[in-house]
């Protein structure tokens, strides 16, 4: 079992930036990948972006080169760092770990106003 903690959420303005944190319960250097994910109200969860366990990346396009996603194994931790921000970027953001099997936090709403 696995349990994450997202954290970093809030509102902020069109233009600014927020960085999200996701806390595993265990170590997170054996897992096959950690993502952030997102849905916005009325539509389907989404890919935003995802880091591989040795480190590749994959960003949805409508983030790519405004967020990062990172990991530091010394403290379990998966970051997604957003600039940029728009008020389409405005959902709640799940944290997700696949070990293989796959894993959810409870989400942390991000909301970007115009």
């Known amino acids: 079992q696995v349990q994450l903690v997202e954290s970093g959420g809030g509102l902020v303005q069109d233009g600014g930036s927020l960085r999200l944190s996701c806390a595993a319960s265990r170590n997170i250097f054996s897992f096959n990948a950690m993502g952030w994910y997102r849905q916005a109200p009325g539509k389907q969860r989404e890919l935003v972006a995802f880091i591989t366990g040795v480190g590749n990346t994959n960003y949805a396009d409508s983030v790519k080169g405004r967020f990062t996603i990172s990991r530091d194994n010394a403290k379990n931790t998966v970051y997604l760092q957003m600039n940029s921000l728009k008020p389409e970027d405005t959902a709640v953001y799940y944290c997700?770990?696949?070990?293989?099997?796959?894993?959810w936090g409870q989400g942390t709403q991000v909301t970007v106003s115009s």
């Open positions: 997700n770990a696949k070990t293989p099997m796959n894993y």
